[in-house]
């Protein structure tokens, strides 16, 4: 199971940007899908999760309130909604079907996407 991000960049201090995350050769729509990211020189860290059932949603405290989870299914597509970025949510977000007891990544690691947070 891999699924690919997309949508990094370059954004300001207080920006957003929205990442989107797709499978490729399965559908997505019956696993939980998890957002992380490895910031250089750091280890990868979960940043989110939203289930498949009911949609329940699970937030880090770090972006809690500023980063929202979604999922199209219709679409086949979750995404991660960055708002009031800050330089330290720099790094490559990764996203990846997750077990929801321990909220882990399961299969293996898609491409990232790189999101810059600097002026």
């Known amino acids: 199971v891999q699924l690919q991000a997309s949508g990094g960049g370059l954004v300001q201090p207080g920006g957003s940007l929205r990442l989107s995350c797709a499978a490729s050769g399965f559908t997505s729509d019956y696993y939980n899908i998890g957002w992380f990211r490895q910031a250089p020189g750091k280890a990868r860290e979960r940043v989110s999760c939203?289930?498949?059932?009911?949609?329940?949603?699970y937030y880090e405290e770090s972006v809690k309130g500023r980063f929202t989870i979604s999922r199209d299914n219709a679409k086949h597509t979750a995404y991660l909604q960055m708002n009031s970025l800050r330089p330290e949510d720099t790094a490559v977000y990764y996203c990846?079907?997750?077990?929801?007891?321990?909220?882990?990544?399961?299969?293996?690691w898609g491409q990232g996407t790189l999101v810059t947070v600097s002026s």
């Open positions: 990846a079907a997750v077990n929801w007891a321990t909220m882990t990544a399961l299969g293996s």
């Open positions: 939203i289930s498949s059932d009911d949609g329940t949603t």
